[in-house]
C-alpha cells in the first residue's frame, strides 16, 4: 500500500547527513551568540530586577478606575469617596479603600476619572464582574469601572476594542467577544 512504502537507505544517509551538519552549524552560532547572553553578571542582573520588591506606588493591581461620575467644582477628597461608596453599595459591595483620588486635568466638558485603590485584589475583582449591574441602576447608566491599566494596555485595549466594532459592523450575523484581550467569534 502507499503509506506502507519504504525509503531508500542511500536518501536516510543523505537528509541524515545534511540535518548533522545543520545541527553543528546552528549549535556553534548558539554558544557564540549566548555567551554573552548568559554571562553570570547579566544572569545575577535579571535575577535581582525579577525578585525585586514590587514598588507599591507602581502597582496596579489592587487599583480600579471609575469613569463617568459627576464631579463638583470644589469637589474634596471626603466627597469624591462618598460618591464611590454610592456606586460599591449599588453593586452590593462594601471594600475596603484605601484611597481615591481624582486623576487627569480638570475640564468643562466631562468629569475627571477616579481612581480608587483598594485593600485586597479580591474586592477588585469582584467589583469588576458587578459593574455591568451599574447599567440598569438609576443615576449610575453612565458610570463605567474599569482595571487601571498602563498606557501600553489601553493602547492595546483601545486596538482590540476598534477592531470588535469594525467586524460586528462588517458582519453583522456573526456574534463577537473580547476574552483575555483577544476577539473571540462564534463559528
Known sequence: QWYQRRVPEAVVSTQSTGVRK??????????QNCAAAV????????????????????????NL???GLPEAADEEDSATQHRVKKV??????DPAVTSSTR???????RPRPIKVTLERREDLLLLLKKAKLLRQAEGFRTVYLSPDLSREERE???????TLKRLRR???GRRYWVREGSIMCDV
Not at 486623576?103 to 466638558?109: I, R, S
Not at 492595546?156 to 476598534?162: D, G, K, P
Open 156 to 162: 492595546e485595549s483601545t486596538r482590540v476594542y476598534q
Open 65 to 67: 478606575m471609575v469613569f
Open 88 to 93: 460599591f453599595s449599588k453593586l452590593d459591595c
Open 39 to 62: 554571562a553570570p553578571k547579566k544572569l545575577q542582573a535579571a535575577l535581582k530586577r525579577a525578585t525585586a520588591p514590587v514598588d507599591p506606588a507602581c502597582d496596579r493591581s489592587r
Open 22 to 31: 545543520e545541527l553543528s552549524s546552528y549549535s556553534a552560532v548558539l554558544s
Open 170 to 172: 462588517d458582519n453583522p
Open 103 to 109: 486623576v487627569g486635568k480638570k475640564t468643562e466638558t
